[in-house]
């Protein structure tokens, strides 16, 4: 079992910036890929970013350039640094940690709020 820990999601104006720590307990594999994915209201979940424990990343188009994704594997804990946020951005963001390929060690955090006024 895997318990995920959001923080730092909240309000914030257009343009500005958040930073969002999920930090992972229990049973750990030390190959592994943690993201982040986001659900706005009536819309499905996608994908923001994710990133492996090697290091390689993968951003969703509508936030390169704009997002990064880092990790500290010590501390098996992922980060989304979210500069020059959107109202489009607004959503529950959640953190998931899996293996590849897909099976049954993919976990899902309980979310965090992030809201962009305009």
């Known amino acids: 079992q895997v318990q995920l820990v959001e923080s730092g999601g909240g309000l914030v104006q257009a343009g500005g910036s958040l930073r969002l720590s999920c930090a992972a307990s229990?049973?750990?594999?030390?190959?592994?890929?943690m993201g982040w994915y986001r659900q706005a209201p009536g819309k499905q979940r996608e994908l923001v970013a994710a990133?492996?424990?090697?290091?390689?990343?993968n951003y969703a188009d509508s936030v390169k350039g704009r997002f990064t994704i880092s990790r500290d594997n010590a501390k098996n804990t992922v980060y989304l640094q979210m500069n020059s946020l959107k109202p489009e951005d607004t959503a529950v963001y959640h953190c998931?940690?899996?293996?590849?390929?897909?099976?049954?060690?993919?976990?899902w955090g309980q979310g965090t709020q992030v809201t962009v006024s305009s």
């Open positions: 998931n940690i899996k293996t590849l390929p897909l099976g049954s060690y993919n976990y």
């Open positions: 229990g049973t750990i594999f030390s190959i592994n890929v």
């Open positions: 990133i492996a424990s090697g290091g390689s990343t």
